[in-house]
């Protein structure tokens, strides 16, 4: 079985600077990950994915994860936040084995600070 | 487009009834799985339909069930309901059997309250 790690239930940042969201991964045979983000009252959208190839994943609205397997991470960062980041930020795992059934961590909340 | 829609959107029950939570798929997605958010966690697979058919369910208990229609709409129900069973249900469409390549597109979600 799959699962993730989200490191931190809550981060905040000043507008501007760096936002990092730790994701760790537990998985037997080689995972598929994302990362979706939920605003207030409303479902889950994909930031970006990880399946094959390159290691470095660009998402949508300047985010991005990297893939390191030594590591078994998937964290995900964004150069300068804005205030429309904050959110909630959701890690998750599937694999072939699993039909692709995702399984999410317990999610990060992002704040930014003005 | 229309992207994955879900009814109601709120909804309040009382402890033992049973409650029916739909979801349209985006037009031309054939697979449709349903998932748990209980407040302050991540959400939980509940089930998840190809083709109308079952292709996986998570650890719920029976009271749980669900079915795809030919049009690929999807009915979750919930029977003798538990206060435990309040929490946003997630539905998700892809375009074809979940794979990797086939992400998965969530509705806002129906926030149901057990009193």
């Known amino acids: 079985a799959q699962s993730v790690t989200q490191l931190g239930s809550h981060v905040s940042v000043s507008e501007g600077a760096l936002v990092l969201l730790r994701c760790n991964y537990s998985?037997?045979?080689?995972?598929?990950l994302f990362w979706y983000v939920q605003y207030p009252n409303q479902g889950l959208q994909l930031l970006l994915k990880y399946t094959t190839g390159a290691t470095l994943v660009k998402g949508i609205n300047g985010f991005e994860a990297e893939f390191k397997k030594s590591e078994t991470s998937f964290h995900l960062t964004k150069p300068s936040a804005h205030m429309s980041d904050a959110a909630e930020y959701f890690c998750a795992v599937t694999t072939r084995s699993n039909d692709y059934k995702l399984s999410f961590g317990a999610g990060t909340t992002v704040t930014v600070r003005a | 487009d229309a992207g994955v829609t879900q009814s109601p959107t709120h909804l309040i029950k009382t402890r033992g009834q049973h409650v029916t939570l739909r979801c349209s798929p985006i037009s031309g997605h054939k697979s449709v799985s349903w998932y748990q958010q209980v407040l302050g966690q991540g959400p939980q697979f509940i089930f998840q339909?190809?083709?109308?058919?079952?292709?996986g369910r998570g650890n719920f208990p029976d009271r749980f069930s669900a079915r795809q229609f030919p049009n690929y709409s999807s009915e979750l129900n919930v029977n003798a309901l538990l206060l435990g069973d309040s929490a946003l249900y997630l539905c998700?469409?892809?375009?074809?059997?979940?794979?990797?390549?086939?992400?998965?597109?969530f509705g806002n979600g129906t926030r149901l309250t057990v009193t």
């Open positions: 339909y190809y083709e109308k058919e079952e292709r």
């Open positions: 998985s037997s045979v080689p995972p598929y």
């Open positions: 998700a469409s892809s375009l074809a059997a979940p794979a990797s390549n086939s992400p998965l597109h």
